[in-house]
């Protein structure tokens, strides 16, 4: 059972995708600059402010995890 579960999280941080994270105003207003350099700056900062949640939810859910339902040896 442990292998296959490895093998999952090795994969998920193994592929990458791009992600673009903008509301259509934010996407108007940015695509007029030239350089385009504000417009990757906001998408990364939405795109760290979306992910930090999850991992957070995900370390909670592993805590729980090894204090409830793990064997005792």
């Known amino acids: 059972m442990k292998k296959p579960f490895i ?3 090795v994969l ?3 592929v990458s995708f791009t ?3 903008q509301c259509a105003m934010c ?3 940015l695509e007029t600059e030239d350089g385009q ?3 990757k700056g906001i998408n990364d900062g939405i795109v ?3 992910a930090i ?3 957070l939810m995900a370390g909670i859910g592993y805590a729980m995890y090894l204090k409830f339902f793990r064997t005792k040896k």
Do not use: E, S, T, W
């Open 19 to 21: 992600a673009d994270a």
């Open 48 to 50: 760290y402010l979306m």
């Open 7 to 9: 093998l999952f999280i």
């Open 27 to 29: 996407r108007a207003v």
């Open 12 to 14: 998920i941080f193994a």
């Open 37 to 39: 350099g504000a417009a």
């Open 53 to 55: 949640p999850y991992l």
